[in-house]
């Protein structure tokens, strides 16, 4: 598990670093059907194989980082949608560390050169994700403090068990939600490390109408264990008011890894194009470097495409 000294180390030596683009977008790209509650992380069971080719192809087009199939695989949503116990469930979860690290050896067996860090960052996705009805975006519901540490306990634990670098505590929509996970890691995970990235109600305040402001307080408290802060699965035009407004408020490096610029219609269950056009990653890239961002990357909609954009733009 990556420490916060050594963090610091790989940025301060690489400078900015690349996190990769959408899981799902790729996998029905190949014709996979992820009309489920369990979204990507059913393709755990099916055909784990593509998951790991996909890793490898944002590895391929710069990304430093490939976050795992496991943004909805909580052991409730397994149990409830594939009838599994803890045990297989708990297997899964590892399982999508593993491709993860496959793709990571394959990777430096083709044309990653060595000296270039590939890590695997374990997806902590919110229990707004388990409910799968949007809440993630909204933060609009409620569990005590030790509900969301039962919730989150067991894939915080597979994935610890199976060495990533560190973990992705992503596209979270409410505070409480985060400062228990946190909470978690402090007593139960001491030695474990992540980044911590929030989905917005606008520039200023995550999902749940949280001050960035307050919620830097919150962090700062647990600075040891959270190695980098900011936001995903938000519009791009967002990301830049955003960094800014936490210009000063925390020691830990930023992040920002947005949507594509289409829209999602929850009537249709289907993406529309942006009437802007497709966005220009590159120059983004360049410009939330300058906000401040140590950390860039793509989430839904994004492609390997759209990861050599970012990652060209910051090696420039």
């Known amino acids: 598990m990556l420490s916060r000294q050594d963090f610091l180390r790989l940025l301060e030596r690489h400078g900015p670093m690349v996190i990769d683009g959408a899981l799902a977008t790729e996998l029905e790209s190949r014709g996979y059907d992820l009309n489920h509650s369990l979204w990507s992380a059913k393709i755990l069971e099916e055909d784990p194989m593509v998951i790991k080719q996909v890793h490898l192809d944002y590895f391929l087009a710069g990304a430093n980082f490939a976050i795992t199939a496991s943004y909805q695989a909580s052991a409730a949503g397994f149990a409830e949608h594939l009838n599994l116990n803890e045990e297989k469930a708990t297997a899964l979860i590892k399982r999508s560390a593993m491709l993860a ?19 695997v960052a374990g997806s902590v996705g919110p ?7 949007g809440s993630e975006y909204r933060g609009d519901y409620q569990l005590s403090k030790s509900g969301f540490q039962n919730f989150h306990r067991a894939r915080i634990r597979a994935l610890v068990d199976a060495e990533v670098d560190l973990l992705a505590i992503e596209t979270m929509p409410q505070v409480h939600e985060i400062e228990a996970v946190l909470e978690l890691l402090r007593d139960e995970f001491s030695t474990t490390t992540a980044w911590v990235s929030c989905t917005l109600k606008d520039s200023q305040h995550i999902s749940d109408g949280t001050s960035l402001v307050e919620l830097a ?51 249709t269950n289907t993406w529309s194009s942006s009437s802007s056009g497709p966005l220009d990653f590159g120059q983004l890239a360049r410009h939330w470097q300058q906000h401040g961002a140590g950390l860039i990357g793509g989430c839904c909609r994004t492609t390997p495409t759209d990861i050599i954009a970012i990652s060209q733009a910051l090696k420039r």
């Open 217 to 267: 307080k919150l962090l700062q408290a647990h600075r040891e264990r959270v190695l980098a802060f900011g936001f995903n699965c938000i519009s791009a035009d967002l990301a830049t008011d955003a960094l800014q407004h936490l210009t000063g408020q925390l020691d830990v490096p930023l992040l920002v890894y947005p949507n594509s610029g289409e829209k999602w219609d929850a009537q």
């Open 101 to 119: 690290r496959l793709a990571v050896e394959e990777a430096y067996g083709q044309t990653v050169r060595r000296d270039v860090p590939l890590l």
């Open 127 to 133: 229990y707004g994700a388990y409910l799968a009805d």
